[in-house]
C-alpha cells in the first residue's frame, strides 16, 4: 500500500470503531429467475444495504400473483437445493428478505454463510458452479449503532483532507441535516468545484479501488436523505490491517534508522554526549515494549553505553542494569 492509502485506511478504521460499524462481509447467492418481469434498481439503491429488512428500501405497490410467484419460486429452489444437499447454504436468511424485493428483482435466492474475503467468495462460487447453479457474489453492510446507521466508514470527500494538495483545508467535521456537527454523507463532488473534483476524483477512486481488491473494504454509493454518497466499509481483514499498520509503521521506521545509522560501541561512547540524540519519551517507549539496549542504540545512533546512561538518568541505576 502507498501512503494514501494507508491514510485512508486509518481514518476509516477510527471511524468505523467509533461508530460501532459491524464489518462488511460477503455471501455468495444461488438465484433462480421465475416468471416476472424485472424492475430495474437504481444505482444507489443497490449498493448498500436494502437486501433485508433492517435496510432502508421498502418497495410497495406490486400486485399479489407477482408476490405469489415469488414466494413458490423460493420455496422450489429451497427444497431442489435441500434434495441435493448443497453445502454452505444459510437457510432461512433468504425469509428476511423482503419479498418485495425479489419481485423487483425478478428473480429468487438462497445466500450463503457470511465470507470473509475475496478468496473464500470464489472458492465458495466456484464450487456452487460446479454443480451447475447459477451464483453471483453479494456484499452485506449491516447497520451500525453509531449516529449515522447507514453510511460509510469513509465518503470520498474526506479522503481530500489525506491529500498534500488539501491537508487542512476540508472541514471534516460538519454541520448535518439533524443540526449536528458530525460527518455528513457525501461526496468530493459536495465540497469543491468541478473542476477541481475532476482532478483528484481519480486518485482518490484508485486508492479506494487498490484497497477493495485487497480485501479490506469494499466500495459502497448510496443515497440518504437526498444527499448522494460514496466511500468504504471495512471488512474484517481491513480492520485487523488497519489495527496493525502504526506498529508496522514504527516498526519499519525503527529498521531504516538501523540501516542508515550503524551503531557505534567504542570505549569512548560512554563520555559522549547524548543531547539531542535520544528522545527520553521514545527510549522508555522502546524499552519497554522490549527492545534491548543494543537495538535503542541502533535506532538513535548512539552508543550503548550512551543509552544505558540515559536510563540510569530516568529510572534509576536498577531500571538501567534491567535493561541491559
Known sequence: MNELEKAILKKAHQHHVAEKRPPAVFRVTIRAFFQQRPVALAAEEGMINGIFPDGWLCFIGHSSERVNSAIQARNALRNYLRSRRVDGIEYGRADLVDTEIFVRLGYVCEFSRKLYGLEDVVAQKSEWEGLGLDCA??????????PDPNGAALYSWEALDLLPDFEGTVATDRLTIRGQYGRPPGAIEHVVDADTAGRV????????????????????????????????????????????????????????????????????????????????????????????????????????????????????????????
Open 137 to 146: 457474489a453479494i456484499v452485506e453492510i449491516q447497520r451500525s449503532n453509531g
Open 201 to 324: 476524483r481519480p486518485e482518490v477512486d484508485r486508492a479506494f479501488k487498490n484497497i477493495e481488491e485487497m480485501s479490506l473494504a469494499v466500495r459502497v454509493k448510496g443515497v440518504n436523505l437526498h444527499f448522494r454518497y460514496d466511500g468504504l466499509m471495512l471488512t474484517r481483514a481491513g480492520l485487523q490491517v488497519a489495527e496493525e499498520l502504526p506498529e508496522k509503521e514504527k516498526q519499519a521506521a525503527w529498521e531504516a534508522r538501523f540501516q542508515s545509522d550503524p551503531l557505534v560501541d567504542s570505549p569512548d561512547a560512554e563520555s559522549q554526549s547524548t543531547g539531542g540524540k535520544i528522545d527520553d519519551q521514545e527510549l522508555l517507549e522502546l524499552v519497554d515494549g522490549g527492545a534491548t539496549q543494543v537495538e535503542a542504540a541502533a535506532f538513535f545512533g548512539v552508543s550503548k553505553q550512551a543509552v544505558n546512561k540515559k536510563l540510569k538518568t530516568l529510572r534509576g541505576d536498577s531500571e538501567g542494569d534491567q535493561a541491559a
